[in-house]
């Protein structure tokens, strides 16, 4: 089955960029999708076709998708990004999720 | 404006089948390309996909679980039905249900949005 590898945690102080990064076997050649989860609510998506935001999403947050590696970058992080963050992309017509990358903001 | 809704029960007993129901507005599964999927989160760990189902009736399942799910749906009254399987204490978590939209011209899209969740312990 299609694996998608996100690294657990990741760091990072207010005011500067956060990158967190989705591996997987050829994912540039789908499209990559992004949900924020914050402690206590349900997922958001943020970010879909590798670089769409949906209504309401903040401009700081944008992503990339090339070879074998998804990013979602966040700059200007702010406290209120603080959160658990999933990639996601379509194996077929089956979804594959990343084990998710806690955003600590420092 | 979509919005969907889990509901069912929040205690269940080891052994026993649990069914969880989907209720959603705002969209038809009738509809070309769309689909309602069900996904769970035990306390303090990661998300985990469970199951979905497109407006053709196709069912997919995570292949871990696949042996313990049906989804099933109802589009006149707008529900997905999830059961799952022989409960035991490791299921315990939080169950959400999440619309598919269908896919605009560039392509699929993601999930959006999520149900609020409900919490379902499995416990003797």
């Known amino acids: 089955s299609y694996d998608l590898t996100q690294p657990p945690s990741v760091s990072v102080s207010p005011g500067q960029t956060a990158s967190i990064t989705c591996s997987g076997d050829k994912l540039g050649d789908e499209y990559a999708s992004w949900y924020q989860q914050k402690p206590g609510q349900s997922p958001m998506l943020v970010i879909f076709q590798d670089t769409k935001r949906p209504s309401g999403i903040p401009e700081r947050f944008s992503g990339s998708n090339s070879a074998n590696t998804a990013t979602l970058t966040i700059s200007g992080t702010q406290a209120v990004d603080e959160a658990d963050y999933y990639c996601q992309a379509w194996d077929m017509s089956t979804p594959v999720f990343g084990g998710g990358t806690k955003l600590t903001v420092l | 404006q979509v919005t969907l809704k889990e509901s069912g029960p929040t205690l269940v007993k080891p052994t026993e089948t649990l069914t969880l129901t989907c209720t959603f507005s705002?969209?038809?599964?009738?509809?070309?390309?769309?689909?309602v999927g069900w996904f769970r989160q035990p306390p303090g760990k990661a998300l985990e996909w469970l199951a979905l189902?497109?407006?053709?009736?196709?069912?997919r399942y995570s292949p871990f679980l696949r042996n313990r799910l049906t989804i099933t749906k109802d589009p006149s009254n707008n529900q997905v039905v999830l059961t799952m399987t022989n409960m035991a204490p490791v299921d315990t978590g939080t169950y959400y249900c999440?619309?598919?939209?269908?896919?605009?011209?560039?392509?699929?899209?993601?999930?959006?949005?999520w149900g609020q969740g409900t919490l379902v312990t499995v416990s003797s």
């Open positions: 705002g969209f038809s599964l009738n509809s070309g390309g769309v689909g």
């Open positions: 189902i497109y407006w053709d009736d196709d069912e």
């Open positions: 999440t619309h598919r939209p269908r896919p605009d011209r560039s392509g699929v899209v993601g999930f959006d949005p």
